[in-house]
Structures are given as C-alpha cells and as structure tokens.
Nanobody
Framework: QVQPVESGGGLVQAGGSLRLSCAAS????????MGWFRQVPGKEREFVAR????????SYADSVKGRFTISRDNAKNTVYLQMNSLKAEDTAIYYC????????????????WGQGTQVTVSS
C-alpha cells in the first residue's frame, strides 16, 4: 500500500508560479512512477505529468510542456510539480498518484491516489 499526500495548492494570478508537493508513505519501495493529474467539474481526469523513480524519465501533457516541471526526491519519497506561467485554464483539483506498473502513462495504471489539492488561477 502507498499513500500519497498532496500539498501546495492555492490561489495564484495568471502568469505566476506555484509548486505542488506529494509525499508518499507506506510501501514506497514498490513505486515505479509518480504522476500528477488534474480534474475540473464536468470533465474527465486529465494527465499532467509523470516521473519514474529510477531513471527519472519524465512525460508531460502537451498543454503544460515548457511551463510545468516534474521532479522527485527519492530520499524524501516526494515528487514535485513546479508550475510556471500559469493560465486560467490550469485551474483544477490536482491529484498525485503512484503506479507500480511499467509504463504508467494513463490514469488506470495508477493504483494509489491522494486526496487532491485545489489550484486556482485568476485571470
């Protein structure tokens, strides 16, 4: 079992920056990758970024490439999402999730989810 816990959400103006953190506890040795997803009311959950714990291989959604950066600190069992040049359309609940499978590119492959943290970007 892995229990991710997100933090760092809040209100920020368009063009600003915010850094989200996700601390994982439990059987963290089983983690292959950690990912960030976001969801707004009435829409399906959207993939944002993910990173593997071994090689730190990253993947990003086209909508955030060049603006968001995912990173990890294995010693702290923590993954970060640095969000720059924020836009109003980035407003969503951001979820951190852990995956124990190889690949980990789609939400169904992530078994363990955090409670979510709200990010609101004012325009």
């Amino acid at each position: 079992q892995v229990q991710p816990v997100e933090s760092g959400g809040g209100l920020v103006q368009a063009g600003g920056s915010l850094r989200l953190s996700c601390a994982a506890s439990g059987r963290t040795i089983s983690i292959y990758a950690m990912g960030w997803f976001r969801q707004v009311p009435g829409k399906e959950r959207e993939f944002v970024a993910r990173i593997t714990w071994g090689a730190a291989s990253t993947s990003y959604a086209d909508s955030v490439k060049g603006r968001f950066t995912i990173s990890r600190d294995n010693a702290k069992n923590t993954v970060y999402l640095q969000m720059n040049s924020l836009k109003a359309e980035d407003t969503a609940i951001y979820y951190c999730a852990a995956c124990s499978d190889y690949g980990c590119y789609v939400s169904r492959e992530f078994r363990y989810w955090g409670q979510g943290t709200q990010v609101t970007v004012s325009s």
